[in-house]
């Protein structure tokens, strides 16, 4: 099921960035290869909190000018990390590895001063948690993103992009795994969801590339 549902947001994503690719053609468009660190969490469940550490993340972002300083952005965000849930009662369990996929389609607002533009962004789409074993389900949730960074142009074409940003997923029937305590003792499963999704910050830098019909 995770494959099938990474399928389609892969694809949902090429086709959106194929069209907008093809109907603002003349317009500016800028390519960002990133990586960076993603700060760890915490998620609240019924019976405990689940921590989740530090770890590297990376992605793209595709940008296309809609005005010289507004662009409209789709980008993917990757994180392979791990977690250990903490019972109200008994010991910690061992940590679980997942990696964390964050896909957005938002806009980018930015000021000019020559090589250095400051920008913002804001984005909505999904996030897909994917534990790495088939003990657990993996879970698709809404997920927002606002950030803030710099642009730091080496030439006409090439630059450097800084970032910043808080991610948000959005809790409507909860998270992609759980935790609690059982008969048998503390341990994770699908079947108890978080009442708090983890908010999380991230920060990175990467290449930029921008493509001028002029």
């Not at 907008?20 to 609240?44: M, P, R, V, Y």
């Not at 999904?126 to 030439?155: C, D, E, I, R, Y």
């Amino acid at each position: 099921m995770s494959k099938k549902i990474s399928r389609i947001l892969i694809a949902l994503l090429l086709t959106m960035m194929i069209y907008g690719a093809q109907d603002i053609s003349a317009q500016i468009i800028e390519l960002n290869g990133f990586t960076g660190i993603q700060l760890g969490g915490t998620a609240k469940l019924y019976d405990g909190n689940f921590r989740i550490n530090d770890a590297q993340n990376y992605g793209g972002k595709l940008a296309v000018g809609l005005s010289t300083t507004t662009f409209a952005e789709l980008s993917y965000m990757r994180a392979d990390t791990e977690g250990t849930f903490y019972p109200f009662l008994g010991s910690p369990s061992e940590q679980i590895r997942f990696s964390s996929n964050y896909f957005q389609v938002g806009g980018l607002q930015q000021v000019d001063f020559g090589r250095v533009s400051p920008y913002g962004t804001i984005g909505l789409g999904l996030t897909w948690w994917a534990p790495k074993t088939s003990q657990l389900n993996s879970k698709v949730q809404f997920s927002a993103t606002v950030g803030a960074g710099l642009k730091l142009w080496l030439t006409e074409m090439i630059g450097i992009r800084l970032q910043g940003t808080m991610l948000m997923p959005m809790v409507y029937n909860g998270f992609g795994f759980g935790c609690g305590i059982g008969t048998g003792g503390s341990g994770c499963s699908s079947s108890v969801y978080t009442r708090i999704t983890p908010f999380q910050g991230e920060f990175s830098g990467g290449l930029i590339i921008k493509i001028s019909p002029n």
